[in-house]
């Protein structure tokens, strides 16, 4: 079992930063990966970013490449989303999550079914 925490959401204004924390615990030792998801009100959850716990690979959804930036700090377990130029657009709720089970196909990383333990959301909320 893992348990993963998220911090460091909160209201910024339109061109503003910020960076997302997620700290894992339990058994990390068989983490394989750990991504960040969003779902804003009336829409569906939408991966963000996703990142191989071990090698460090990043996977990145379109619309945040150049502006988001995933990592992790393996010592600390935990993982890491800074955010620049915000947009109100991505106001949402951002989930953490993580995966024990190895993901084999790259297209895997990007499905919220890929990842078996979440964390309860942090709001991040983006003012024009």
């Known amino acids: 079992q893992v348990q993963v925490v998220e911090s460091g959401g909160g209201l910024v204004q339109a061109g503003e930063s910020l960076r997302l924390s997620c700290s894992a615990s339990g058994q990390t030792f068989r983490m394989y990966g750990m991504g960040w998801f969003r779902q804003a009100p009336g829409k569906e959850r939408e991966f963000v970013a996703a990142?191989?716990?071990?090698?460090?690979?990043?996977y990145y959804a379109d619309f945040v490449k150049g502006l988001f930036t995933i990592s992790r700090d393996y010592r600390k377990n935990t993982m890491y989303l800074q955010m620049n130029s915000l947009k109100p657009e991505d106001t949402a709720v951002y989930y953490c999550a993580a995966t024990t089970t190895t993901i084999t196909y790259d297209s895997r990383w990007y499905d919220s079914s890929g990842f078996g333990y979440w964390g309860q959301g942090t709001q991040v909320t983006v003012s024009s």
């Open positions: 990142i191989e716990w071990s090698g460090g690979t990043t």
